[in-house]
């Protein structure tokens, strides 16, 4: 069975930090790409960061050079580090797997986390 699990959100002032991690239990054999997403009440899905099996990541354009998504395939664990942290980064993230390349798309994802929050205050 496969299990995603958050943690590491919490509350913040805005230019702080916060380093989210999700321990995943997969099943050998398959190669996952992850993901980070988030959400705000009202809005959809959004993708923030994704992660390949070989590192190769990429970015929505409002966390570029702000955020950096990694994964420790020894400890299956993916990480998001996040700096400068902005109110409009405030919102519920999630941690989500799929088996294949990487997408910025929630829908491709089959796995998912029960997230943890990020609020951020002005």
């Known amino acids: 069975q496969v299990q995603l699990a958050e943690s590491g959100g919490g509350s913040v002032q805005a230019g702080g930090s916060l380093r989210l991690s999700c321990a995943a239990s997969?099943?050998?054999?398959?190669?996952?790409?992850m993901a980070w997403f988030r959400q705000t009440p009202g809005k959809e899905r959004e993708g923030v960061a994704s992660?390949?099996?070989?590192?190769?990541?990429n970015y929505a354009d409002s966390v570029k050079g702000r955020f950096t998504i990694s994964r420790d395939n020894a400890k299956s664990t993916l990480y998001l580090q996040m700096n400068s942290l902005k109110p409009e980064d405030t919102a519920m993230y999630y941690c989500?797997?799929?088996?294949?390349?990487?997408?910025?798309?929630?829908?491709?994802?089959?796995?998912w986390g029960q997230g943890t929050q990020v609020t951020v205050s002005s």
């Open positions: 989500a797997a799929r088996v294949g390349a990487r997408s910025t798309w929630w829908y491709d994802y089959r796995y």
């Open positions: 997969l099943y050998t054999g398959n190669s996952y790409s």
């Open positions: 992660i390949d099996t070989d590192g190769i990541a």
